[in-house]
């Protein structure tokens, strides 16, 4: 049995830049080749469920993701998310029992250099092995319960209310 399934949802930790006249927009995955590059021998499966800005997601999204998550056969479940409304989709599947399901995202796209996925996500990892079943956030190196948390834009990094 898979002992850890993770969904894709795009946001920032997915997003690409194309050429000097576009913005940037989110692309495939790059988590499959973060977890091959550090040589991650954890059984998992990634599935892509959409390529969307968090800011773009629905309703109905959200009930794609709580689906998706509810009928994984995993216990230990890791969802990449945008951080504008990460909180907001973790809140929505937070009833969702028998399972640990860690959000993770990045403030900067996986594709630099300089960038906080490698390390938000094999946090998130780590945490979806050690932490019991529940729904938490994992960002900057910190787990938060979805609902009590915070993104401070203006500092780059999640906080308690």
């Given at each position: 049995m898979t002992q850890l399934q993770i969904f894709t949802t795009g946001g920032t930790i997915d997003k690409v830049y194309f050429d000097a006249l576009s913005d940037f927009q989110v692309g495939d995955s790059g988590i499959g080749n973060m977890l091959n590059e550090a040589n991650i021998s954890y059984d998992y499966v990634i599935t892509p469920l959409m390529k969307k800005d968090s800011l773009e997601l629905t309703d109905d999204d959200r009930d794609l993701i709580y689906n998706a998550?509810?009928?994984?056969?995993?216990?230990?479940?890791?969802?990449?998310?945008?951080?504008?409304?990460?909180?907001?989709?973790?809140?929505?599947?937070?009833?969702?029992?028998?399972?640990?399901?860690?959000f993770t995202g990045s403030m900067l796209p996986a594709s630099h250099r300089a960038t906080d996925a490698v390390?938000?996500?094999?946090?998130?990892?780590?945490?979806?092995?050690?932490?019991?079943?529940?729904?938490y956030l994992a960002m900057n190196g910190q787990i938060f319960d979805p609902k009590t948390v915070v993104k401070d834009r203006e500092a780059g990094v999640f906080k308690n209310a």
């Open positions: 998550i509810l009928n994984a056969k995993a216990s230990n479940i890791l969802v990449t998310h945008g951080t504008d409304t990460m909180a907001v989709t973790a809140r929505h599947v937070s009833d969702i029992q028998d399972k640990t399901i860690v390390f938000n996500v094999g946090f998130a990892i780590a945490s979806a092995q050690l932490l019991p079943p529940g729904t």
